[in-house]
């Protein structure tokens, strides 16, 4: 059995196996020769942890047959490539924001990796850990930012509005707001916390790209599956994840003037040409819609996407 995530080096540090499990999904996403997103930082991220997990930074030629460890974490690719994508595409659309939040940013790229509109601000909040970590590692990489980047340590499980204020972020200015693999990590108090702030603190033309937590309950069955994922990958997804009764972001947005669509994942894997499962590659084909698709992943809550005119 795989050594418990809790007693590793890098989570003495503080720096969350989840934040580099999504690094190296982006990894192995770049890698593929029909790639939906180009993160040319994410494996160097994922080497420069040294983890003692064995995570895939490639795509392999035959993704069936990779070892069992790392099967888990190439099928959880799939769906990172196109979460990111669909963050990205959503970031690049129509009407940017020259002011940018990304709550719970861990590794993600995208102040380096995007092209900002001139004068853009991008503000990242996460723990100091991880944003120490990444400041660092892009630093050795001589990376620059693409925008004015301002990292934010702090924790959204508690009152963080004036940390932010206190940075420079202008309630007065529209915002745009990334949520991305966040909620499912913060228990249902907090996840309304950070919703209702998101709301307080958007002026008219904000947006939000939130991707949502779903209900895990105790069953047997999932707790199941939940303990088959950590043994396999060493993530330790049961302590993790927050498991009682999300809060909808839709219900708590709209009565705050937003106007909100829904995207389901199986939208996503449509959208971009994947299917979520390593026997089909990935990818889908012309044949795609006659091939058996494999049920819709559960534990998935697809994405809100929601505007405040
Ligand atoms: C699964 S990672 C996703 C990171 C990033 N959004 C991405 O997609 O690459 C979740 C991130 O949320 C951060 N996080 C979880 N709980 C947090 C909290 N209470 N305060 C600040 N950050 C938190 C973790 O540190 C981690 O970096």
């Known amino acids: 059995m795989t050594e418990p995530a809790g007693s590793t080096e890098l989570e003495d540090q503080g720096l969350p196996l989840t934040a580099l499990a999504v690094a190296a999904g982006r990894a192995v996403e770049t890698s593929r020769a029909d790639a939906l997103v180009a993160d040319p930082f994410a494996s160097a991220l994922v080497v420069a942890a040294r983890s003692h997990l064995d995570l895939p930074t490639v795509w392999p030629a035959e993704p069936a047959e990779a070892p069992p460890l790392q099967q888990p974490l190439l099928l959880a690719s799939i769906y990172i490539g196109m979460r990111t994508r669909f963050i990205d595409d959503f970031l690049q659309s129509d009407t940017p924001t ?40 892009m ?94 990958t060493g993530l330790p997804m049961s302590e993790l994840l927050a498991r009682a009764d999300p809060p909808d972001p839709v219900e708590l947005l709209e009565p705050a003037g937003w106007r909100c669509s829904t995207h389901t994942v199986e939208e996503l894997c449509s959208m971009y040409g994947r299917v979520l499962s390593l026997d089909a590659s990935g990818t889908a084909n012309l044949a795609g819609s006659e091939r058996e698709q494999p049920s819709p992943d559960q534990s998935r809550g697809g994405f809100v996407t929601a505007w405040l005119p």
């Open 98 to 137: 020259a002011q940018n939040v990304v709550l719970g940013a861990g590794l993600d790229t995208r102040a380096f990796r995007l092209d900002w509109p001139d004068g853009s601000k991008v503000f990242e909040i996460d723990s100091a850990t991880v944003l120490k970590f990444k400041a660092h590692v």
């Open 139 to 232: 630093s050795r990489l001589a990376a620059e930012p693409r925008c004015k980047l301002i990292s934010l340590p702090a924790d959204l499980s508690l009152p963080w509005r004036e940390q932010l204020l206190a940075t420079g972020f202008d309630p007065g200015q529209a915002t745009t707001w990334v949520l991305e693999g966040l909620l499912p990590y913060l228990d249902a108090a907090s996840q309304r916390a950070v919703l209702g702030e998101v709301a307080a603190l958007s002026a008219p033309g904000s947006r939000a790209v939130i991707e949502r937590a779903v209900a895990l309950p105790k069953t047997d069955d999932i707790e199941a599956k939940l303990r088959e994922f950590s043994e396999q």
